[in-house]
C-alpha cells in the first residue's frame, strides 16, 4: 500500500454512496482534521472515485485543504468496491463503546481544558454520557423501567478509579458519574 498526496479536486466522491455525512458529522470530523491533521489515508479506485473516506474529503474540503493522503485500491470489480464501501462504514457502526473507559477518557479530557466538541461531542453528548451534576434517578428508572442499581460513594477519585477498574475486571456493567 503506497500512500500519495492527491488534490481533491481531483477527486469524485461514491455518487451511489450509501453513508449519509450530516453538519453533526462534518462538523466532527472537520474538528478532528483541525487539531490532529489527516491520520488515515481515504481509498480510492483507479478513476479517483472515493470508496472510503467520503466524509473525510468533504470535510477537508470544507477546512479549504487543496490536497489529501489517499491510497489506491486494488479493487477491481464494482461489485468487491461496493461490498468494500458499505463494509467499512458498516464494521464501525457495529462497535459498541466501553461505556466506562470513555466517561474516564471524557473526564481527563476535559479536566485538561480540551474541546471535546472537536472529536465529536457536543453539551447534550456529554450530558447523556457524563450526567448532568444532579443527583436524581436515572431516566429508565424513573419512567418505571426496571433496574438494579447501587450508589457507592467514595473516598477520592483515586479510589473511584480503582473501585471502577476492579468492577470492569469483573464483568459488572457500570459508569462513573
Do not use: Y
Not at 6 to 35: C, M, Q, T, W, Y
Not at 142 to 166: M, N, R, T, Y
Amino acid at each position: 500500500m503506497q500512500i500519495e498526496s492527491i488534490e481533491i479536486e481531483k477527486l469524485v466522491f461514491d455518487p451511489s454512496n450509501a453513508r449519509k455525512h450530516g453538519i453533526k458529522n462534518i462538523d466532527a470530523i472537520k474538528g478532528s482534521l483541525a487539531k490532529f491533521g489527516q491520520q488515515k489515508p481515504v481509498v480510492i479506485d483507479d478513476k479517483n472515485i472515493i470508496l472510503a473516506g467520503n466524509g473525510t474529503v468533504a470535510a477537508a474540503k470544507e477546512l479549504g485543504w487543496k490536497s489529501i493522503n489517499a491510497v489506491h485500491s486494488n479493487l477491481i470489480s464494482e461489485v468487491q468496491k461496493t461490498a468494500f464501501a458499505i463494509a467499512d462504514n458498516r464494521t464501525a457502526e457495529l462497535a459498541d463503546w466501553d461505556e466506562g473507559v470513555l466517561t474516564q477518557h471524557l473526564l481527563s479530557l476535559q479536566a485538561e481544558d480540551f474541546d471535546l466538541g472537536d472529536i465529536g461531542f457536543d453539551d447534550l453528548d456529554l450530558k447523556k454520557i457524563l450526567g448532568d451534576g444532579d443527583e436524581s434517578l436515572p431516566e429508565n428508572i424513573e419512567a418505571g423501567k426496571p433496574e438494579w442499581l447501587i450508589v457507592i460513594e467514595c473516598d477520592d477519585e483515586s479510589h473511584q478509579g480503582s473501585l471502577f477498574d476492579e468492577l470492569q475486571q469483573r464483568g459488572e456493567k457500570c459508569k462513573i458519574m
